[in-house]
């Protein structure tokens, strides 16, 4: 019984230490803008090349309609959507009398979460969260399902604004859900910032035209750990979280000012004016520098040294530098190693400049293969991804003097920005969900 202790020892010892061993981490795409919020999958080598036909590895055809990116955890997918129900209404217009260019208010809607198998596209489970007619519609080129999920890789977290932020478990089984009341957009356009999640804070971005607050929730019980009010109009562009100067900040852009929380009790620890209204794209960060940008009655993108920063940083030297030509409006901008790539509006002008300088490097390029651009470019072994509204996309070398290796056309229209994970790109078109990948 006794006769070899220390290789029963050794045995316990091995065991012990195997048990203590971190897991690997799985690649993941589990947020709106990516694993940093920038719009990179680092060690990702997706292909460059696809047609309807060619590189398709799935296509699911998805119910209803939502421009949400999908986000990806392990082997499941998780999109969500607004899927009209019942017969359709007396349409009415929303937005104030006279507003152009919104859809007309002529249905129920069910709020969905859909979730999928990575491995072949096959729809494991749906979940009609809540039902409702809409107050807006929102605006012709958007949808009633634009905010992108959130994931720990434990529970699920989907937002539909107005229509509420639910918690679900991977098995879709609702863990807690909250309502905020009803968001009254800009011209009625309709809604469109995700949230994000840090640590056990979900950070909701709540600016619309009548009482704005930044709120922080505790992520495993819905439940409110600071509320912030804010003087601000109405923002589609969502809250990222920063680490900077040994504390968490959660950094949202507005009309007003673009502001730095403190993420454990929503203190605002600095701001900077100078931003237009109608404020679309999500800011970048890295390496103690933000980057925003907007593109409305006036153009500006700023380069913002955040290290350190308190206070008021308007007209300071905290403003590294400033452009006020070729800027971003809806989509995003990318930060690649170190260079911050844009869109000029929506327009099919892309430019890349030197992320800390903001010198051209080289500076702009017209994509002549698209037309309008509502996703945000991605990037992945060393290139970069611009897909149009028409389902085009075009990728671009990541290279001292940047060039088109590829222009791919799918068969219907793509909103939503793009999902990289390892060898696959997830698209998320009007009617499918599609996985990118060679052979």
Not at 36 to 62: F, H, M
Not at 392 to 418: D, F, G, K
Request: glycine residues 10%; negative net charge; contains cysteine.
């Amino acid at each position: 019984m006794n006769a070899f202790p220390g290789v029963r020892a050794f045995v316990s010892i091995v065991v012990l230490f195997a048990a203590h061993v971190p897991a690997v981490e799985p690649s993941n795409w589990q947020q709106w803008r990516g694993p940093d919020g920038t719009g990179v999958a680092k060690d990702a080598d997706p292909p460059v090349q696809w047609s309807a036909e060619q590189n398709i590895r799935w296509k699911t055809k998805l119910p209803g309609r939502g421009h949400s990116t999908p986000i990806v955890w392990g082997e499941r997918i998780f999109v969500t959507a607004a899927v009209p129900v019942g017969e359709k209404l007396i349409p009415k217009m929303s937005g104030r009398p006279g507003e152009h260019d919104n859809l007309p208010i002529d249905r129920e809607y069910a709020f969905t979460v859909i979730a999928l198998n990575r491995n072949d596209g096959s729809i494991e489970w749906q979940k009609v969260l809540h039902s409702a007619v809409p107050v807006e519609a929102g605006h012709h080129t958007g949808s009633l399902a634009s905010a992108s999920s959130v994931t720990d890789g434990v529970r699920v977290y989907a937002y539909f604004g107005s229509h509420g932020l639910y918690c679900l478990d991977f098995d879709g089984n609702p863990v807690w859900q909250r309502d905020f009341g009803q968001m009254h957009s800009k011209h009625g356009h309709g809604e469109g910032a995700s949230q994000v999640l840090s640590g056990d804070s979900l950070i909701v971005n709540w600016d619309h035209e009548e009482g704005s607050f930044l709120v922080s929730i505790d992520k495993t019980t819905g439940k409110n750990i600071w509320r912030r009010d804010r003087r601000e109009d109405t923002s589609w562009s969502s809250p990222i979280t920063i680490q900077q100067d040994g504390k968490m900040q959660v950094v949202v852009c507005g009309t007003n000012r673009v502001r730095g929380y403190d993420l454990a009790n929503g203190d605002v620890i600095w701001e900077c004016g100078g931003m237009s209204s109608n404020i679309v794209a999500t800011p970048v960060f890295a390496n103690g520098f933000l980057y925003v940008g907007s593109s409305y009655e006036k153009k500006v993108l700023m380069g913002i040294d955040v290290r350190g920063a308190a206070g008021d940083l308007t007209g300071t030297d905290r403003v590294v530098w400033e452009r006020i030509r070729g800027t971003p409006y809806v989509p995003s901008m990318l930060l690649y190693e170190n260079q911050l790539y844009f869109l000029s509006h929506y327009q099919n002008i892309l430019t890349r400049i030197e992320a800390t300088t903001g010198k051209d490097a080289p500076g702009a390029m017209r994509l002549g293969s698209l037309g309008n651009i509502y996703a945000s470019p991605v990037a992945a072994g060393g290139h970069v991804y611009i897909t149009d509204l028409q389902g085009t996309t075009e990728v671009v070398s990541h290279s001292p003097i940047p060039r088109t290796v590829a222009v791919n056309q799918l068969a219907e229209n793509v909103n939503a920005s793009l999902a990289i994970v390892d060898r696959q790109i997830f698209i998320r078109g009007e009617t499918h969900l599609y996985c990118i990948a060679e052979p």
